[in-house]
T-cell receptor, first 113, second 114 residues
Framework: QKEVEQNSGPLSVPEGAIASLNCTYS??????FFWYRQYSGKSPELIMFIYSNGDKEDGRFTAQLNKASQYVSLLIRDSQPSDSATYLCAVNEITGGGNKLTFGTGTQLKVEL | ETGVTQSPTHLIKTRGQQVTLRCSSQ?????VSWYQQALGQGPQFIFQ???????GRGNFPPRFSGLQFPNYSSELNVNALELDDSALYLC?????????????FGSGTRLTVV
């Protein structure tokens, strides 16, 4: 069973701080990785995807990938109360004729005033 | 550009009944995947449809079935409902079966089985 592991949290950070969310995966053959944000009662919303080792930045968000360590992270700079949500790490894996996302259980982030 | 739309938003069914959930994919997307999300868990892959055929399936029993139509919209059917089927059902569309540019999720259907 291929797995994606995340710390369920909650992770509490003060407003304006950097939030660091981490994820490990078991399938060494995985090629693409996604971070989704999910507000309570809502559906997942894509934040970023990353394919290559290293960092990828988009506004206040930076995704980091280390395939050798099978590790993906998401940094949120200048955290805002509106960033409070559950962050889902997902790995895109081959299944049948296409691909599927395997999700972690999510990390709950709380940004405090 | 329209997003992914799902209907209905909420549904209450009795154990043993059958249910059909519907999804319209995002404009330009030809692939639809269905996920089940139980409370406090990440979404679990049910199956994917591409060119009107099932293109991959997760660890779900045959009473979970689907269809895709020529306009790329899709249905999820669940027969003989069980209490454990209570969950948020999410439809996700993508540009192609590989999903390399990501999957766009609909707002979901909250199914409660009593």
């Amino acid at each position: 069973q291929k797995e994606v592991e995340q710390n369920s949290g909650p992770l509490s950070v003060p407003e304006g701080a950097i939030a660091s969310l981490n994820c490990t995966y078991s399938d060494r053959g995985s090629q693409s990785f996604f971070w989704y944000r999910q507000y309570s009662g809502k559906s997942p919303e894509l934040i970023m995807f990353i394919y290559s080792n290293g960092d990828k930045e988009d506004g206040r968000f930076t995704a980091q990938l280390n395939k050798a360590s099978q590790y993906v992270s998401l940094l949120i700079r200048d955290s805002q109360p509106s960033d409070s949500a559950t962050y889902l790490c997902a790995v895109n894996e081959i299944t049948g004729g296409g691909n599927k996302l395997t999700f972690g259980t999510g990390t709950q982030l709380k940004v405090e005033l | 550009e329209t997003g992914v739309t799902q209907s209905p938003t909420h549904l209450i069914k009795t154990r043993g009944q059958q249910v059909t959930l519907r999804c319209s994919s995002q404009s330009g997307h030809n692939t639809v995947s269905w996920y089940q999300q139980a409370l406090g868990q990440g979404p679990q892959f049910i199956f994917q449809y591409y060119r009107e055929e099932e293109n991959g399936r997760g660890n779900f029993p045959p009473r979970f079935s689907g269809l895709q139509f020529p306009n790329y919209s899709s249905e999820l059917n669940v027969n003989a409902l069980e209490l454990d089927d209570s969950a948020l059902y999410l439809c996700a569309s993508s540009l192609d079966p590989g999903g390399g540019y990501g999957y766009t999720f609909g707002s979901g259907t909250r199914l409660t089985v009593v």
